[in-house]
């Protein structure tokens, strides 16, 4: 069966730090994978999407970028963190276009 | 892009009591999608729907595909304390993007 992992669970980062969140997929070959926000508990807002290996769209201008260096590896990273970049980041994945999504645990970023 | 109206944005019931929450969208959708996302965790996917009309449920949930395909509902018969979270609705759009389309979330609260 197919599972998700992301890492780490929890983040603390102090301003202008880099990030870089890891998201793995095992079990299925070429899924799409997502990276979501979630600002207070609500609302899932789409950061990036991928369809294959070094194919990233974005949906959201900012300080973030995505990098799928491996097929069911996605990342999530910042050179210089802001404090609205805190919040709840979900990775996501799918087999093909029209299927549900299968969410990971997420990961709680927290910058001071 | 598409928008989904989920409604309403949280209840507050006790224990026992039934709950219905929908989502409308002013287009057409392919597929309707619910979710569950308990506190600190990813959403989890509860039910898919893929036709018109479909009815289908999961336990003590049920979920309906709407007629004109522009809109779902979920219920819950005989809530316990363990259905609290936020529940999403997600769709893809006909003719659109597959990148789903999700609501804003029903935020759910259950008195023992």
């Known amino acids: 069966s197919q599972t998700i992992h992301q890492w780490p669970a929890t983040l603390v980062q102090p301003v202008g730090s880099p990030l870089s969140l890891e998201c793995t997929v095992e079990?299925?070959?070429?899924?799409?994978l997502y990276w979501y926000r979630q600002a207070a508990g609500r609302g899932l807002q789409l950061l990036f999407y991928s369809v294959g290996i070094g194919q990233i769209s974005s949906e959201v201008p900012q300080n973030l970028s995505a990098s799928r260096p491996q097929d069911r590896q996605f990342i999530l990273s910042s050179k210089k963190l802001l404090l609205s970049d805190s919040g709840f980041y979900l990775c996501a994945w799918e087999n093909s276009n029209g299927q549900p999504q299968h969410f990971g645990d997420g990961t709680r970023l927290s910058i001071l | 892009g598409q928008q989904l109206n989920q409604s309403p944005q949280s209840m507050f019931i006790q224990e026992g009591e039934d709950v219905s929450m929908n989502c409308t969208s002013s287009?057409?959708?392919?597929?309707w999608l619910w979710y569950k996302q308990d506190p600190g965790e990813g959403p989890v996917l509860l039910i898919a729907l893929y036709k018109a009309g479909e009815l289908t449920s999961n336990g003590r949930l049920t979920a309906q595909f709407g007629i004109t395909r522009k809109d779902s509902f979920l219920n819950i018969s005989a809530s316990i304390p363990s259905d609290v979270g936020i529940y999403f609705c997600?769709?893809?759009?006909?003719?659109?993007?597959?990148?789903?389309?999700f609501g804003r979330g029903t935020s759910l609260i259950v008195h023992p």
């Open positions: 997600a769709g893809h759009p006909s003719g659109g993007s597959y990148i789903p389309t």
């Open positions: 079990g299925t070959s070429n899924p799409n």
């Open positions: 287009s057409i959708f392919n597929t």
